[in-house]
């Protein structure tokens, strides 16, 4: 499995903007090969706000392809809102997962 994660910042206020960008976008759920997307949001800092945006893959193969997919340039397109800071894009090869059953 592979798993990717985005660390948004969020100016202080906005998150509620960010949790309703990401309910309003969809069509990564259709991609070969995507297994789940979670978008959390950490315990507020002082003068901003953090989401965590995971999503995870069967494959490293499936996400690239995903990034080349007309879903993923209709959901980056346009510029990004300007309530956003930076972000900072991570990716994982998953080498032990565990579920409940």
Same mark, same amino acid.
């Given at each position: ?15 509620? @903007?960010? +949790? =309703? ?6 069509? $990564? ?7 789940? %997307?979670?978008? /959390?949001?950490? @315990?507020? +800092? =002082? ?6 945006? $995971? ?7 499936? %996400?690239?392809? /995903? ?35």
């Amino acid at each position: 499995m592979y798993a990717v994660t985005n660390r948004i910042k969020v100016q202080k206020g906005h998150g509620h @903007e960010m +949790e =309703e960008t990401f309910g309003k976008r969809g069509g $990564v759920e259709k991609e070969p090969g995507f297994k789940s %997307f979670e978008l /959390w949001r950490q @315990e507020a +800092e =002082e003068d901003h706000e953090v989401y965590l945006v $995971v999503t995870r893959w069967e494959t490293k193969e499936d %996400f690239k392809n /995903w990034t080349k997919s007309d879903s993923f340039k209709e959901a980056h397109s346009g510029p990004p809102p300007a309530y956003i800071l930076g972000g900072e894009l991570s990716n994982f090869e998953v080498k032990i997962s565990s579920e409940k059953t």
